[in-house]
């Protein structure tokens, strides 16, 4: 009976480990010196022009430069996360109803080259 208890226990820790880890997945990004990075450390903006709550103006060729932060279709929205449909179908991160992206021009994880790129590109500060 006692290698039974045990046994149970020991598979309730485990469930509740992988749950928590499970909500903490939920959040495509973090932050790191003072900005939202992704879990690769890779600096992420906000573009002025994404006036509408949510809704990305930033396609074709801008998206080329800006890639956006991609959700899947399991990445579920949470507390200021949010997921938007793009034009191009694709689901894109949003934070605090700014849509998110990358710069191409960032090689390295802290490169942050597209702050202020044309007075419209932002990293975001939590």
């Known amino acids: 009976m006692l290698k039974f208890s045990s046994t149970l226990i020991g598979l309730l820790a485990a469930a509740a480990l992988a749950s ?3 909500a903490f997945a939920a959040e495509p990004a973090m932050t790191k010196d003072g900005v939202l ?8 903006y906000t573009f002025d022009k994404d006036t ?3 809704k990305s103006v930033c396609n074709d060729a801008c998206a080329t430069n800006w ?3 991609t959700a899947t279709a399991a990445d ?4 200021d996360w949010t997921i938007i449909k793009r034009d191009d179908g694709a689901s894109q991160w949003v934070y ?3 849509p998110l992206y990358f710069f191409k021009n960032d090689k390295a994880a802290g490169d942050k080259t597209g702050e202020g790129k044309g007075d419209v590109w932002h990293t975001v500060k939590p």
């Open 76 to 79: 579920k929205a949470s507390g």
């Open 67 to 69: 890639p956006p932060l």
């Open 52 to 54: 509408s709550a949510g």
């Open 96 to 98: 605090k109803g700014k």
């Open 37 to 44: 990075v992704d879990h690769k450390g890779m600096t992420l």
């Open 20 to 22: 928590s880890g499970l």
